[in-house]
Structure formats: structure tokens, C-alpha cells
């Protein structure tokens, strides 16, 4: 079992930058790839960013490349989501992931573990 708690979102302006941080529980953290989805108001959860369980694969959604960077620190079971010139359609909640494996596209990245999810807004 896994357990994911999200931190750090909140309310911004355009521009602005927000770190968001999941912090996992159990011993095994390390061998769990790692990801951030979104939600909208009225709209499907989608797909951010995802780094594997070594840290030496990322991938991001287009919408999020060159703004948001995904991170890892093993030894603080923690994973972290970087976001730089924050826009107003980045508003959503957003959700940590974890998954046992690394599908080779994000439609079908099959997830294990949800975490709660911390609401971001950005303020035009």
C-alpha cells in the first residue's frame, strides 16, 4: 500500500510560480513511477507530468513543457511538481499518481495510487 498526500497549491497570479510536493508513505516508494494529473472544473483529469522510478525518464504534457518540472527524492519518499509562468487554464485541482509501470504512452499509464489532491489557482 501507498499513500500520497499533496502540499503546496494555493492561490496565484499569472506568472507566478508554485512548487507542489506529494509526499509518500510506505518503504517501497522508490519503485513506484511517479506522476501529477489535473482536474478542471467540469472537465476530465488529465495528464501533466511522470517520472520513473530511477528518475531518469520524464515526460510532460505538452500544454505543461518548458513551464512545470517533475522531481524525485527518494530518501524524503518525495515527489515534487515545479511550476513556473502559471497560467490561468493550469487552474485545477491537482492529483500525485503512482504507478508500478511505465506505459509507453500516457492514455494507458495504468495508476495504483491516487492521492487527494491540492487545488491551484491562477488569478488573470
Known amino acids: 500500500q501507498v499513500q500520497l498526500v499533496e502540499s503546496g497549491g494555493g492561490l496565484v497570479q499569472a506568472g507566478d510560480s508554485l512548487r507542489l510536493s506529494c509526499a509518500a508513505s510506505?518503504?517501497?516508494?522508490?519503485?513506484?513511477?511517479m506522476g501529477w494529473f489535473r482536474q478542471a472544473p467540469g472537465k476530465e483529469r488529465e495528464f501533466v507530468a511522470r517520472?520513473?522510478?530511477?528518475?531518469?525518464?520524464?515526460g510532460y504534457a505538452d500544454s505543461v513543457k518548458g513551464r512545470f518540472t517533475i522531481s524525485r527524492d527518494s530518501g524524503k519518499n518525495t515527489v515534487y511538481l515545479q511550476m513556473n509562468s502559471l497560467k490561468p487554464d493550469d487552474t485545477a485541482v491537482y492529483y500525485c499518481a503512482a504507478a508500478q509501470e511505465y506505459s509507453s504512452t500516457y492514455s494507458n499509464w495504468k495508476i495504483n495510487y491516487w492521492g487527494q489532491g491540492t487545488q491551484v489557482t491562477v488569478s488573470s
Open positions: 517520472i520513473s522510478w530511477s528518475g531518469g525518464r520524464t
Open positions: 510506505g518503504r517501497t516508494f522508490s519503485r513506484y513511477h
